[in-house]
């Protein structure tokens, strides 16, 4: 090995081992002061929330009788010498557990749906093909979200990321791109409308997410709590400004929150701003929409859960109900704390290489082109690799 | 869509399949039915004729349970996989099959091409099977039904035993039952489909009863049926050759051979009606000439196989009178301790059977032979006083139509020379690894999945090996149609009886 790379690596694991140590002694910290948070006593942030407690326990209920379902996409993007390839597929599984063994599952629109096939003829530049791809993706899944609206009813729908695009995937509007995210955003006022019609319950599970937003929250509310003596002396010497600037919400919340234990939930619009450029009425839903994090597996960090409220329902009630059904989904796997609904429509909705190209060989055997002539140089290394 | 029935699969790539040898493929069940079996015979139809297959394995997937962790941790909680997630709906089952050969305009040939990944695997129609596997639908020995497939499995006669057939298995595993049914069938043959005259070496009197069976059960109005005690079996002394008398003694010399050949000369002009082995004996005695060592040698061995009281004047049964088309000829060796006694019986028969077929003073006969390791074994020659005369069968009978069936529950001490004599083999469950090493050794055509699925055989069920078939086939021997009326196999009902 070579010793420059010895000595980088040497550097990183101190890094490492010094932000772990923070991250652990900030965690035992908040552990000892969770309970007597109220934030009811910050204005500054209170007006976003409806809860006064940091964080909740929430029990997890039976899952007989419940009719749930998980909806995810799959998404390849080929870039070919005269057009791009985008290759979307949306599938939907339907849980239903009753007092058998396990739970009764249908799927919307098969079990093993082809993929849908977008060319892209346009040239775009690669950031606008990523936000094509996304927005393709995002479409395809809405689109089975609202064909499962149409043939079931369900108690709670389960989709495989946010409930709302995040910003990279808004173009400008002089982008060729610009007139697919219109599209898509139609499709989100169809859904949010067919959802709030039905019984059922939206929630978007966002497996890594990247926010930062309760970290923000923290931020601001801390330097109060510390005021107080006794906190404060459990806080000295804990750089947790810094923490705070280089932690993601999950990651600082994996720890101090408790198997089971979710924290305050904050509309979707605090967290996006008034800089967003949202239509209003998007934004309208945004605010209709809750986040809060799950601690649903005890070696695995908390999930951010997207709850679409209902009207005339207490926000609260209906989060903990909900999240009472989600619980006992997700907490069977020590360290994976997904919802089986989810990982079931993961693994059907992923498409494999092997998959993308069947579909290149297809299209080269019905077009009679050659691989020369349609694949790029980086894809003929006449090596491999 | 085609009707569920007439489709079991579909062929998949594997890292080496599909080839001209074998392919797997992907079963039409749900999960939980099983609608191919292991050893089942499958095809698939191409446009240069039908790939006929064995199903040598199957192999059941599921991704939920890949992996072994996950599996562990999911479960930790203790409640299965299944309560949260649709397992069975991942459940896979994976055929494997070899390839047996391509039946085209209503014969075999030998594959030459793979079949296409994609192409569907179909059940073979019954008629196509039979054919595929040489089965005699007309005049054949009802022995059976194919495994898996309800398809009779009647070979015909010549294919069976013409190049003479060895019943291999382990003790209990259905060899005297299945010997029963090919007594039956071998009975009930009528003047023109052909008869065989059988003489059955019966070691146990497991056969008996077939001397009360009621013709009827077998569709005919009489059947020949003699039953010989080995008590009441006679060699006559005359009969035999210097040599003949020699093979039943242990490693004579050439001085004695040549003494007792000249006393034997003199009595055969001495006596016109025959000799016994007391005359000889006395002959021996008289004679001034013979050395006081080989005299007392060879006095002592004629005395010692006239005690076993197998020799006489006259030969009992007659051979001539015995061996007859169609007629079941039991040698019960059951009152017999003495393996010696049985060996004497069984070398004799063997010769006197070989040199009258050969001179045509008898018809084709089979020789059927139990425990057939004790009079041909491998090692311990001296033992073995009729193993030279069952091997001259075996290697040169089929010429004259003097066939052997050996039967063996331990094939590994079954002389070689004999069993790889046997063309065709009905062999039985069998579990003993020197003993499938063995019949891997000496079969032709067994191939490894072949010989590995022996040990999975039930009771009553045989591989065939062979010309009587084109490829191995596994056979469900069908029930008796007479059962003996008094058999006790059941322990149970053994001691009860006898604990009363």
Same mark, same amino acid.
């Given at each position: 090995?070579?010793?420059?790379?010895?000595?980088?690596?040497?550097?990183?694991?101190?890094?490492?081992?010094?932000?772990?140590?923070?991250?652990?002694?900030?965690?035992?910290?908040?552990?000892?002061?969770?309970?007597?948070?109220?934030?009811?006593?910050?204005?500054?942030?209170?007006?976003?929330?409806?809860?006064?407690?940091?964080?909740?326990?929430?029990?997890?209920?039976? *899952?007989?009788? *419940?009719?749930?379902?998980?909806?995810?996409?799959?998404?390849?993007?080929?870039?070919?010498?005269?057009?791009?390839?985008?290759?979307?597929?949306?599938?939907?599984?339907?849980?239903?557990?009753?007092?058998?063994?396990?739970?009764?599952?249908?799927?919307?629109?098969?079990?093993?749906?082809?993929?849908?096939?977008?060319?892209?003829?346009?040239?775009?530049?690669?950031?606008?093909?990523?936000?094509?791809?996304? *927005?393709?993706?995002?479409?395809?899944?809405?689109?089975?979200?609202?064909?499962?609206?149409?043939?079931?009813?369900?108690?709670?729908?389960?989709?495989?990321?946010?409930?709302?695009?995040?910003?990279?995937?808004?173009?400008?509007?002089?982008?060729?791109?610009?007139?697919?995210?219109?599209?898509?955003?139609?499709?989100?006022?169809?859904?949010?409308?067919?959802?709030?019609?039905?019984?059922?319950?939206?929630?978007?599970?966002?497996?890594?997410?990247?926010?930062?937003?309760?970290?923000?929250?923290?931020?601001?509310?801390?330097?109060?709590?510390?005021?107080?003596?006794?906190?404060?002396?459990?806080?000295?010497?804990?750089?947790?400004?810094?923490?705070?600037?280089?932690?993601?919400?999950?990651? *600082?919340?994996?720890?101090?929150?408790?198997?089971?234990?979710?924290?305050?939930?904050?509309?979707?619009?605090?967290?996006?701003?008034?800089?967003?450029?949202?239509?209003?009425?998007?934004?309208?839903?945004?605010?209709?929409?809750?986040?809060?994090?799950?601690?649903?597996?005890?070696?695995?960090?908390?999930?951010?859960?997207?709850?679409?409220?209902?009207?005339?329902?207490?926000?609260?009630?209906?989060?903990?109900?909900?999240?009472?059904?989600?619980?006992?989904?997700?907490?069977?796997?020590?360290?994976?704390?997904?919802?089986?609904?989810?990982?079931?429509?993961?693994?059907?909705?992923?498409?494999?290489?092997?998959?993308?190209?069947?579909?290149?060989?297809?299209?080269?055997?019905?077009?009679?082109?050659?691989?020369?002539?349609?694949?790029?140089?980086?894809?003929?290394?006449?090596?491999?690799? | 869509?085609?009707?569920?029935?007439?489709?079991?699969? &579909?062929?998949?790539?594997?890292?080496?399949?599909?080839? /001209?040898?074998?392919?797997?493929?992907?079963?039409?069940?749900?999960?939980?039915?099983?609608?191919?079996?292991?050893?089942?015979?499958?095809?698939?139809?191409?446009?240069?004729?039908?790939?006929?297959?064995?199903?040598?394995?199957?192999?059941?997937?599921?991704?939920?349970?890949?992996?072994?962790?996950? /599996?562990?941790?999911?479960?930790?909680?203790?409640?299965?996989?299944?309560?949260?997630?649709? &397992?069975?709906?991942?459940?896979?089952?994976?055929?494997?099959?070899?390839?047996?050969?391509?039946?085209?305009?209503?014969?075999?040939?030998?594959?030459?091409?793979?079949?296409?990944?994609?192409?569907?695997?179909?059940?073979?129609?019954?008629?196509?099977?039979?054919?595929?596997?040489?089965?005699?639908?007309?005049?054949?020995?009802?022995?059976?039904?194919?495994?898996?497939?309800?398809?009779?499995?009647?070979?015909?006669?010549?294919?069976?035993?013409?190049?003479?057939?060895?019943?291999?298995?382990?003790?209990?595993?259905?060899?005297?039952?299945?010997?029963?049914?090919?007594?039956?069938?071998?009975?009930?043959?009528?003047?023109?489909?052909?008869?065989?005259?059988?003489?059955?070496?019966?070691?146990?009197?497991?056969?008996?009863?077939?001397?009360?069976?009621?013709?009827?059960?077998?569709?005919?109005?009489? /059947?020949?049926?003699?039953?010989?005690?080995?008590?009441?079996?006679?060699?006559?002394?005359?009969?035999?050759?210097?040599?003949?008398?020699?093979?039943?003694?242990?490693?004579?010399?050439?001085?004695?051979?040549?003494?007792?050949?000249?006393?034997?000369?003199?009595?055969?002009?001495?006596?016109?009606?025959?000799?016994?082995? @007391?005359?000889?004996?006395?002959? /021996?005695?008289?004679?001034?000439?013979?050395?006081?060592?080989?005299?007392?040698?060879?006095?002592?061995?004629?005395?010692?196989?006239?005690?076993?009281?197998?020799?006489?004047?006259?030969?009992?049964?007659?051979?001539?009178?015995?061996?007859?088309?169609?007629?079941? &000829?039991?040698?019960?060796?059951?009152?017999?301790?003495?393996?010696? @006694?049985?060996?004497?019986?069984?070398?004799?028969?063997?010769?006197?059977?070989?040199?009258?077929?050969?001179?045509?003073?008898?018809?084709?006969?089979?020789?059927?032979?139990?425990?057939?390791?004790?009079?041909?074994?491998?090692?311990?020659?001296?033992?073995?006083?009729?193993?030279?005369?069952?091997?001259?069968?075996?290697?040169?009978?089929?010429?004259?139509?003097?066939?052997?069936?050996?039967?063996?529950?331990?094939?590994?001490?079954?002389?070689?020379?004999?069993?790889?004599?046997? &063309?065709?083999?009905?062999?039985?469950?069998?579990?003993?690894?020197?003993?499938?090493?063995?019949?891997?050794?000496?079969?032709?055509?067994?191939?490894?999945?072949?010989?590995?699925?022996?040990?999975?055989?039930?009771?009553?069920?045989?591989?065939?090996?062979?010309?009587?078939?084109?490829?191995?086939?596994?056979?469900?021997?069908? @029930?008796?149609?007479?059962?003996?009326?008094?058999?006790?196999?059941?322990?149970?009902?053994?001691?009860?009886?006898?604990? @009363?």
């Amino acid at each position: 090995m070579d010793h420059n790379l010895d000595r980088m690596l040497f550097q990183l694991v101190e890094e490492i081992k010094r932000i772990e140590s923070i991250r652990t002694k900030f965690g035992q910290v908040m552990r000892s002061i969770k309970p007597d948070i109220d934030l009811g006593r910050y204005p500054s942030i209170s007006s976003s929330l409806l809860e006064t407690a940091f964080t909740t326990t929430v029990s997890p209920t039976s *899952l007989s009788g *419940l009719i749930t379902a998980g909806v995810d996409g799959g998404l390849v993007k080929k870039r070919l010498k005269s057009m791009d390839l985008i290759l979307t597929r949306g599938i939907s599984v339907v849980f239903r557990f009753g007092t058998g063994e396990g739970p009764d599952v249908e799927f919307v629109p098969n079990p093993f749906p082809e993929p849908i096939i977008k060319p892209v003829m346009q040239s775009l530049s690669s950031v606008e093909l990523d936000q094509l791809a996304s *927005l393709e993706r995002i479409s395809t899944e809405i689109q089975v979200t609202l064909n499962l609206l149409k043939e079931f009813h369900i108690d709670i729908i389960l989709i495989d990321g946010s409930l709302i695009h995040h910003p990279r995937d808004r173009p400008s509007t002089a982008s060729p791109v610009y007139e697919k995210y219109q599209e898509t955003l139609a499709l989100y006022r169809q859904l949010y409308h067919k959802v709030k019609k039905s019984r059922s319950t939206l929630v978007g599970v966002v497996k890594d997410s990247r926010s930062t937003r309760l970290v923000n929250m923290l931020g601001e509310i801390l330097p109060h709590i510390i005021r107080k003596p006794e906190v404060f002396e459990k806080i000295q010497g804990v750089d947790y400004r810094w923490l705070l600037k280089i932690s993601k919400d999950s990651d *600082l919340l994996d720890t101090f929150l408790d198997e089971g234990e979710r924290t305050f939930a904050f509309r979707m619009s605090y967290e996006l701003g008034d800089n967003t450029s949202l239509p209003d009425d998007i934004k309208n839903w945004a605010s209709r929409i809750w986040i809060t994090y799950l601690k649903t597996a005890r070696e695995d960090s908390p999930i951010r859960i997207e709850v679409l409220g209902k009207e005339g329902v207490d926000p609260v009630a209906h989060i903990n109900k909900t999240l009472s059904a989600i619980l006992p989904l997700s907490y069977h796997h020590p360290e994976y704390g997904l919802p089986s609904p989810i990982v079931e429509a993961d693994a059907r909705a992923r498409i494999t290489n092997h998959e993308a190209r069947l579909v290149i060989d297809r299209l080269l055997a019905l077009s009679g082109l050659s691989y020369s002539l349609i694949e790029q140089r980086r894809s003929r290394n006449p090596f491999g690799g | 869509m085609e009707p569920p029935h007439l489709r079991l699969g &579909t062929v998949i790539c594997t890292d080496n399949g599909p080839n /001209v040898l074998e392919f797997s493929f992907v079963t039409d069940d749900s999960g939980s039915e099983v609608i191919v079996r292991r050893g089942q015979f499958v095809s698939v139809i191409t446009k240069h004729g039908t790939i006929i297959a064995r199903v040598q394995n199957l192999i059941r997937t599921n991704r939920y349970y890949q992996h072994a962790e996950a /599996v562990r941790e999911y479960q930790s909680r203790g409640e299965p996989l299944r309560s949260i997630f649709p &397992t069975d709906r991942w459940m896979y089952t994976i055929a494997e099959a070899r390839v047996l050969g391509l039946w085209a305009d209503n014969h075999t040939t030998r594959p030459y091409f793979a079949v296409s990944p994609g192409a569907v695997v179909r059940p073979v129609d019954d008629e196509t099977l039979s054919s595929f596997l040489g089965i005699d639908n007309h005049g054949g020995l009802k022995l059976g039904t194919l495994a898996h497939h309800a398809v009779e499995f009647t070979p015909n006669l010549s294919g069976l035993l013409s190049k003479h057939l060895a019943i291999l298995a382990m003790s209990g595993a259905g060899k005297s039952y299945f010997v029963s049914v090919l007594l039956e069938e071998l009975l009930s043959r009528s003047k023109e489909s052909g008869r065989l005259a059988t003489i059955i070496i019966d070691v146990h009197g497991e056969y008996s009863y077939l001397n009360e069976i009621d013709p009827q059960t077998l569709g005919k109005a009489s /059947v020949e049926i003699e039953h010989v005690r080995g008590s009441h079996y006679q060699i006559a002394v005359d009969s035999l050759t210097v040599e003949g008398l020699a093979s039943f003694a242990i490693e004579m010399s050439p001085v004695q051979l040549r003494d007792l050949k000249r006393i034997i000369s003199g009595l055969r002009q001495g006596f016109d009606h025959g000799y016994t082995l @007391k005359d000889i004996i006395e002959a /021996v005695r008289m004679d001034e000439t013979i050395n006081k060592n080989t005299r007392d040698a060879l006095i002592g061995w004629i005395s010692n196989l006239e005690s076993t009281n197998l020799f006489g004047k006259e030969a009992t049964p007659k051979i001539e009178n015995m061996i007859r088309p169609g007629k079941l &000829t039991i040698i019960d060796l059951s009152d017999f301790i003495s393996l010696r @006694k049985k060996q004497i019986i069984v070398s004799n028969l063997a010769h006197e059977l070989l040199s009258k077929r050969r001179s045509g003073k008898i018809p084709p006969f089979l020789l059927i032979l139990e425990e057939a390791h004790q009079f041909c074994p491998e090692s311990r020659q001296e033992l073995a006083l009729p193993k030279a005369r069952i091997e001259t069968i075996a290697r040169e009978g089929r010429k004259f139509f003097a066939l052997l069936c050996l039967i063996s529950q331990r094939p590994v001490k079954l002389s070689t020379t004999v069993l790889s004599q046997c &063309t065709n083999q009905a062999i039985f469950r069998c579990t003993n690894p020197y003993d499938l090493e063995h019949i891997g050794r000496t079969s032709e055509g067994i191939d490894r999945a072949a010989l590995d699925a022996i040990t999975t055989l039930e009771v009553g069920e045989a591989l065939f090996i062979g010309e009587c078939v084109t490829v191995p086939t596994f056979v469900k021997i069908r @029930k008796r149609l007479y059962n003996p009326p008094h058999s006790q196999t059941d322990l149970f009902e053994t001691i009860k009886k006898y604990d @009363k």
